[in-house]
């Protein structure tokens, strides 16, 4: 049969050359570069199945490791509405990229059967890559995955995350957009010129903003982005990628939130805020240094808590009527971040467990849901319900109600809500910022963040650990909880939880506590109560 000639075709172009089991994680397959050609290339075969499982709707594939380092790369898929693989469908990449090469006609054939795919009808596959020197060769490897159960690849190229997964959403729901990079930077950028004309600069805002571009993908996409932005915001782009820069090392998101240093490669001026993408453009954390030098940094709960304050003011400026708004967060996030938006926004806080596709599908159950993770990765998503409500104030209402409405629709139409978007949320981070005429320092004042640590253990094996509770509380092994409810006992405002992690073959220990030194402490109590 023709199957036969592509399996042939795969053993000679994509053979598997590793015996290392992979298994589809929070954030897809994720590896060592070398490793990968055949895992891209059998998700090329699994994603033609997944569009015609869909009827033929528009499935992606995104080439990134995110904010790995340069010698890490990865795929993960996305479904129609732009979200995340399906997680039953987690289990059937795994197994398909692990078969051997005699087993994979088979197991294909297999998980046809299971899925029930209807191989006669058309398959469509989006395909975007980062920067990394080893994506050109593994997006080309998906596409002959594509190719060879008879879909149609689309090479994008370079993109941000974001980017694909928003193309691929509009593919399939055309009142969402033009499913191109143009068509993208026409809403989303349009949106945050629109908002800005009808805003006035004033107070300790300053439309000058540094940035930190990881050397990675985001970077390049906001210069392009540069150049058609007037006097609303003047950008200072470090990191692009030139000039030797390394992609991730030592900078975007993750190391600065991890580290709490600052980038190398940014110039830096006092007070002066600077945001930090990262590699795959889906993060960003904002920082500035004071005239010490310290660090002062405004991370994804800070991100979220301007966001849904700023929401919720429009929202009760419309008077729009039963419009419910939630937060949604991970056991990451500060504590007294949490206590903020419960006590003083007042606005009601859901905790889930970490990866981006548990806080979209909590943040589906309130009318807007505003979800972030500390390390910065979020966006808001509003139901068609609450869109609705929002359009007709925009028309019908009174002046001033019509007045907020009219800026909350510019406000949604800058958010990409198929997935957290470093630009998008950067665009949004600073409408709201210019709104309230706030620099980075007054942002901070909103409340103080309890001092945290994270450090990661190396055990035999990570998954003899198991959490329930969004992660908070550990069940086994055995008696671990209760050694770290006794350890975490004298510390005032202590807390310290442990999980295996999604990404990387360690356990993660989190601790906060009054002062620096307490967290600091109190981590390594728990870290060596792990091992
Ligand atoms: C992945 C997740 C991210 C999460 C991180 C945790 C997505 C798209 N990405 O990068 O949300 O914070 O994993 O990593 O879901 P860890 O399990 O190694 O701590
Ligand atoms: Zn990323």
């Not at 997944?50 to 033929?56: A, D, E, I």
């Not at 026409?186 to 107070?203: D, M, P, T, Y």
């Not at 909590?362 to 990765?377: C, K, Q, R, T, W």
Request: with cysteine; aromatic share 8%.
């Amino acid at each position: 049969s023709s199957l036969r000639v592509v399996y042939a075709f795969a053993r000679e172009m994509h053979p598997k050359t590793s015996d290392v089991f992979i298994e589809y994680g929070t954030a897809g397959f994720r590896t060592k570069a070398n490793l990968l050609e055949h895992v891209v290339y059998r998700m090329g075969l699994l994603a033609v199945i997944r569009s015609r499982v869909k009827n033929g709707r528009t499935i992606g594939m995104m080439i990134t490791a995110s904010h790995n380092l340069e010698p890490d790369n990865g795929v993960k898929l996305v479904d129609p509405d732009g979200e995340m693989l399906e997680q039953s469908w987690e289990e059937i990449a795994t197994r398909l990229a692990n078969v051997s090469d005699n087993d994979l006609e088979s197991t294909t054939a297999e998980i046809i059967k299971q899925v029930n795919a209807d191989m006669s009808l058309k398959a469509s596959v989006f395909i975007g890559m980062d920067t990394r020197y080893t994506s050109p060769r593994l997006a080309a490897a998906a596409a002959n995955g594509v190719i060879a159960l008879k879909g149609t690849p689309k090479e994008f190229g370079i993109v941000t995350t974001p980017m694909l997964h928003y193309c691929v959403k509009c593919r399939n729901d055309n009142t969402y957009g033009t499913p191109t990079e143009e068509g993208y930077y026409e809403k989303i950028v349009g949106a945050f010129k629109n908002i800005r004309q009808k805003l006035s600069v004033w107070g300790d805002y300053d439309t000058t903003l540094y940035v930190d571009g990881a050397n990675g993908v985001g970077g390049k996409k906001l210069n392009i982005i540069k150049k058609s932005l007037g006097g609303e915001l003047d950008l200072k782009l470090y990191n692009l990628g030139g000039n030797g820069g390394k992609l991730n090392l030592n900078c975007g998101a993750d190391f600065v939130k991890v580290s709490q240093k600052a980038p190398v490669g940014v110039e830096h001026a006092p007070f002066q805020r600077v945001a930090s993408l990262d590699g795959d453009g889906d993060r960003l954390v904002y920082y500035y240094l004071n005239d010490t030098d310290k660090m002062n940094l405004l991370d994804g709960d800070r991100i979220a808590t301007l966001l849904a304050s700023y929401i919720t003011e429009l929202v009760t400026a419309s008077e729009a009527q039963d419009i419910r708004l939630g937060l949604v967060q991970t056991a990451y996030a500060n504590g007294a971040s949490t206590a903020y938006i419960t006590k003083h926004l007042k606005v009601p806080v859901t905790c889930v467990k970490t990866g981006v596709k548990h806080l979209h599908h909590a943040a589906l159950s309130y009318d807007i849901g505003v979800y972030f993770e500390a390390n910065g990765h979020g966006t808001v998503i509003y139901s068609d319900k609450a869109k609705k409500i929002i359009r007709k104030i925009a028309q019908e209402g009174e002046p001033e109600q019509r007045k907020a409405a009219q800026l909350l629709l510019d406000f949604v139409d800058i958010t990409n809500e198929t997935v957290g978007d470093a630009i998008s949320d950067l665009f949004l981070v600073e409408t709201v910022l210019c709104a309230r005429g706030l620099s980075a320092a007054r942002w901070l004042k909103a409340y103080d963040d309890l001092p945290c640590r994270q450090l990661k253990v190396t055990v035999k094996d990570r998954n003899a650990i198991s959490t329930t509770d969004a992660e908070r509380q550990c069940t086994a092994p055995e008696g671990l909880q209760t050694r770290i409810n006794e350890l975490v006992a004298p510390y005032k405002h202590g807390r310290s939880f442990v999980r295996p992690s999604g990404t990387e073959d360690v356990v993660r220990v989190y601790a906060e506590a009054d002062t620096q030194e307490s967290a600091d402490k109190l981590a390594a109590e728990v870290a060596q109560a792990v091992f």
